[in-house]
């Protein structure tokens, strides 16, 4: 095969490779600032004013030597092609029917965005909104798209440069169109939910004042209610502004329009659920749920309640509305061993979604929550759950798993009857692939499960090139799933190990728990401790593992990293938080004070600097080659993060240990939103690992 050709040359007589040009100064300041009686040194703090002109200089020469030593690896063709053979690629979404409508998105391989599509009574598909037109340079990207119930109009949200901040419009199917009076500013977090009637929608709004500080802008958000044809600015407040950045608020209608709920997230582990009855006439909020996660389906005059409260796996009670209070409360499906990480209501049934040992099962039972039986899956992986309707038959799901490319089924609730609907295509040959699921024991003896992918044919001598990649926050999961770049890595003999941190929620709310807050050490405890087991049992040594990950799993390598330095080869940091003692005044760093702390709080402030990883660079020890990846619009994250972290990494490492940053212009937080960005840093990213990982072709098969 054509790409095998190309990639023999990539891993011939690869050596470790040292930086060849001068790294650009970073000017320190004698600030120190004395926090809770404990002096905190912050020499690089004039690096997070980005307005400044020395500031953007200074960003400008890093990335400017960041790129000249990335275009110095070698190899650097033969990888761009073989990633634009698996990253640019044909595939279909599952379908989602809106009335007589059927919306579905199409990647192209020969297009840089996927565009969105529409299938109407007459069987016609036709594109309704093409990002790829919508800007000379890419830099527009669709945030969210959300039909009406008729399926005739369509509201949708667009950012710049894919970050968070985005404008929402209102598209008329009929004529293609927007509509010219409704458009929404301040849509970041909007999630419009129309009334059945499609003439308007409730949605959460932000205020547009550029005097509000980004780190307290979240705590303005409030629920509004917009009618069609009407100016925005005139958006009747369903519910005002809590004045809290660590709480998110959302207003969502049932699929009947019979009632509104209103959710308050206090951080990402607790809400408060209120409804109203909608035919009433009027919006008086009742109390349903308070102080515990939980998501409620309005269906047939009942409420179905997704929650953890008295079950941190989680189960499935049903409450009459009439009765609401929780003593009233019926289980429907009680918790059990493996996690119920949602559920919905299709073709009548309900449709749940577990995760056992972090791999997805699919579950229906009756609305009264009689088991009728598991939908068919191939093999340990992940799909996202069923995509239907409440009250229509059909229903699809997309599955994938790490060697398997991904698939999309359509099934009967009623007969059971499964068939694949549609298979993406990939160039490589993943029946190669193994895919193990192991257990390995953390410091305080924890037992963490860990996926490891890897070829048939390796042999376990410690020569094997590993990234070992994490999250470990926020009740998040890692899970198998399918992604095309690693098969770079996994065709040439690499492994992939990905393990199920504390932190995640792959076990529940009492793992969540026990990776956050003052507990957040045994996150890096727990990766610390895969990274070891992986060269205890012979598939890597120190040398050959490198470790990687972004946003909270950015935090985990910064922090592993300068815990453990002589563990691992190298280091990929994107998009990363790493100032643990000043990240709540930036960005959206205060909606994450419930997960992290706060270093206004004098306990949180200890745990905090205890780990934050900018503080624990120190002279003297030995860190691994770094490649930091930060984006230009992140406006999530700060990138003053990976600018202070850079600075301090480059002061106490020699000139022949890489320091590298790289910043993605046009991209926010999840990076740029175009194939094209993607194979660009992927071929960066590997070349990278190959060169200081020293691959060589004794991995070649």
């Given amino acids: 095969m054509r790409w095998a050709l190309l990639l023999a040359a990539v891993f011939a007589g690869c050596a470790p490779h040292e930086p060849i040009g001068e790294r650009p100064p970073s000017r320190r300041e004698d600030v120190v600032e004395v926090i809770h009686g404990t002096r905190v040194a912050d020499p690089y703090r004039w690096l997070e004013r980005a307005d400044e002109p020395e500031v953007a200089s200074w960003a400008k020469a890093q990335d400017d030597y960041a790129r000249r030593e990335l275009d110095a690896l070698p190899h650097r063709d033969a990888l761009r092609a073989r990633l634009r053979e698996l990253l640019y690629y044909d595939s279909l979404s599952p379908p989602r029917r809106y009335g007589t409508r059927v919306f579905f998105t199409r990647q192209h391989a020969d297009k840089e965005k996927a565009v969105y599509c529409v299938r109407g009574a007459d069987g016609i598909e036709r594109v309704w909104l ?3 037109t919508m ?15 008729d399926g005739r109009l369509v509201a949708y949200t667009l950012s710049r440069n894919n970050a968070d901040a985005a404008t929402l419009f209102v598209r008329d199917l009929e004529t293609n169109r927007d509509l010219p009076i409704d458009r929404i500013d301040g849509a970041r977090y909007a999630a419009p939910s129309w009334t059945p009637d499609s003439r308007g929608f409730y949605y959460t709004g932000l205020p547009t004042d550029p005097t509000i500080p980004p780190s307290e802008l979240p705590g303005h958000a409030e629920v509004r209610f917009h009618r069609l044809g009407s100016d925005p600015r005139d958006d009747e407040i369903v519910h005002p502004a809590l004045h809290d950045p660590t709480t998110f608020i959302h207003a969502r209608v049932s699929h009947d329009g019979h009632f509104l709920f209103l959710t308050i997230a206090r951080g990402f582990d607790a809400q408060d659920v209120s409804f109203a009855d909608l035919r009433r006439g009027a919006r008086e909020l009742v109390p349903l749920s308070k102080g515990t996660r939980a998501h409620v389906i309005a269906h047939g005059d009942a409420f179905y309640v997704h929650t953890n409260d008295g079950a941190p796996r989680f189960r499935v009670m049903k409450v009459d509305p009439a009765r609401p209070q929780r003593s009233a409360w019926r289980e429907l499906v ?7 990480t949602g559920f919905d209501v299709v073709g009548g049934h309900l449709e749940l979604h577990y995760l056992e040992r972090a791999s997805s099962r699919l579950e229906l039972r009756t609305l009264e929550g009689k088991y009728v039986r598991d939908l068919p899956l191939p093999s340990i992986g992940t799909t996202p759950g069923l995509v239907g309707r409440p009250d229509h038959d059909e229903a699809y799901f997309e599955f994938s798993s790490f060697a398997t490319p991904p698939r999309i089924y359509r099934t009967s609730i009623t007969t059971g009857r499964t068939e694949l609907w549609h298979e993406r295509d990939v160039p490589a040959d ?18 963490i499960s860990m996926f490891v992918v890897h070829r048939r044919d390796i042999v376990r001598d410690g020569n094997n090139p590993t990234i070992l990649t994490g ?10 799933q399918f992604s095309p770049g690693p098969l770079l890595w996994l065709e040439r003999g690499g492994v992939l190990a990905v393990p199920n941190l504390r932190g995640g929620g792959e076990y529940g709310e009492e793992w969540h728990e026990a990776g956050k807050l003052h507990k957040k050490q045994n996150v890096f405890d727990d990766f610390i401790a895969a990274a070891q087991w992986l060269v205890d049992q012979g598939y890597t040594r120190p040398a050959k593992l490198a470790i990687r990950g972004g946003s909270n799993g950015g935090l985990l390598v910064g922090a592993v990293s300068t815990q453990r330095p002589e563990l691992f ?17 930036f960005g959206a760093g205060r909606t994450w004070t419930s997960e992290y702390g706060s270093a206004e709080d004098p306990a949180q402030f200890r745990t905090l600097f205890a780990y934050s990883p900018y503080h624990r660079v120190a002279s003297g020890r030995h860190y691994p080659p770094l490649l930091m990846l930060s984006a230009d619009s992140d406006d999530r994250v700060d990138p003053m993060h990976a600018r202070k972290y850079v600075a301090a990494m480059q002061e106490v490492t020699t000139a022949k240990t890489p320091v590298l940053l790289r910043i993605e212009r046009n991209a926010g937080h999840g990076g740029g939103d175009n194939v094209r960005q993607a194979v660009e840093q992927a071929v960066d990213v590997y070349a990278f ?3 200081q990982l020293a691959v060589d072709d004794s991995v070649a098969p």
């Fill in 130 to 132: 093409d990002p790829n």
């Fill in 135 to 149: 800007s000379d340079d890419g830099s527009v990207a669709v945030k969210g798209v959300f039909p009406s119930h």
């Fill in 334 to 340: 009680p918790e059990r061993p493996a996690t119920l």
């Fill in 430 to 447: 993943t029946s190669q692939l193994e895919v193990e699921q192991v257990e390995y024991r953390s410091k305080d003896g924890t037992p």
């Fill in 471 to 480: 999250y470990g926050g926020f009740g998040l999961s890692m899970v198998p």
């Fill in 569 to 585: 080869g190298a280091v990929v940091c994107a998009v990363p938080l790493l100032d643990m003692v000043r990240y709540h005044q």
């Fill in 689 to 691: 690992l190959f060169a």
